[in-house]
């Protein structure tokens, strides 16, 4: 994540809160979301 925020024109407190709200997500859903449900669009926040 840090690699592409040095890339990018993201702020290093975009990157942390881009992080904090990444790991606040996975703690809500207990990583029970599957990729093929992301992809057709049903999980969204």
Not at 11 to 36: C, F, Y
């Amino acid at each position: 994540m840090r690699v592409l925020a040095e890339l990018s024109e993201y702020t290093p407190e975009q990157v942390e809160e881009m992080r904090r709200e990444a790991i606040n997500n996975v703690r809500r859903t207990r990583g029970k979301v599957s990729l093929e449900d992301i992809l057709a669009g049903y999980y969204d926040d």
